[in-house]
């Protein structure tokens, strides 16, 4: 179950007490910010991706209100964006859609912060499943996801 593997990566991290289940669904940006009981921009949202020339599996991990920006994502990372087909996402990263976060993810996967989480003292990512959160701010996030970079790789939450 990747709840499972999420708390075990949060528990080793030192993040477990964070977590957060809400009985109501988390499975989009404005699920989970009702649930929680925060901006939908404060949500921070895994988006999964690949680069076709070298099977590279991507995390971007970037506020709720944020959007790829697909020539930056170039710039930054050197590959055009693809994102994963729903069918993909649970092979290729270790969680569903949905449920989506860079804790507990299959070996392998890149994971990046965007910079526009930078601006809030908490986010909100997923832990595993869509029905949780866990409450971080953007230093522990950044350590929790063991992310390679902070990367500025989104639009429109400028």
Known sequence: MSIERAKAHLKNKGYLDRVI?????????????????????????????????NEKTILIVAAGDAKIDNRKFRDALGVKPHMLKMDEVEPRIG?????????????GVAVYCDVSLKRFDYVYPAAGNDHSGVKLNCNELYDACDAKAWVDVCKGWE
């Open 95 to 107: 969680h569903a859609p949905g449920g989506v976060c860079a804790f507990g993810i299959n070996p």
């Open 21 to 53: 289940e809400p009985e109501a669904g988390t499975f989009t940006v404005e699920d989970a910010a009702r649930a929680l009981g925060c901006e939908p921009a404060h949500i921070a949202k895994t988006m999964s991706f690949y680069a076709p020339d």
